[in-house]
Nanobody, 127 residues
Framework: VQLQASGGGLVQTGGSLRLSCAAS????????MGWFRQAPGKERELVAA????????FYADSVKGRFTISRDNAKNTVYLQMNSLKPEDTAVYFC?????????????????????WGQGTQVTVSS
């Protein structure tokens, strides 16, 4: 499975970006998916996750109400819509896939649950 993230860029505070993560393989619809980010000098953190059925989502407190994760299984793609961006959102964003979620509505929180990782896309929010 290969994951290709795109959509990052430079945006001003309050702006929006939509990240996309395209996955190869015919079993994408059975994977739970997540978006992580890593800022310089900081640990990688989970931003949002979505169950393989698309019914259940999880958001870090820092992005609740501003970010929305979604998926289109017909296109093998997961999205992260980011609104009201802040300078502290600046980071490299990674998409990741858990091919063995415990159950349909499970949203994995631990990075070790994710087996496949994309290459990352830079998001920079200027003040």
């Amino acid at each position: 499975v290969q994951l290709q993230a795109s959509g990052g860029g430079l945006v001003q505070t309050g702006g929006s970006l939509r990240l996309s993560c395209a996955a190869s393989g015919r079993t994408f619809s059975s994977y739970a998916m997540g978006w992580f980010r890593q800022a310089p000098g900081k640990e990688r953190e989970l931003v949002a996750a979505i169950s393989w059925g698309g019914v259940t989502t999880f958001y870090a407190d820092s992005v609740k109400g501003r970010f929305t994760i979604s998926r289109d299984n017909a296109k093998n793609t997961v999205y992260l819509q980011m609104n009201s961006l802040k300078p502290e959102d600046t980071a490299v964003y990674f998409c990741a896939a858990d091919p063995n979620p415990y159950y349909r509505n499970y949203t994995p929180r631990n990075p070790i649950d994710y087996v496949y990782w994309g290459q990352g896309t830079q998001v920079t929010v200027s003040s």
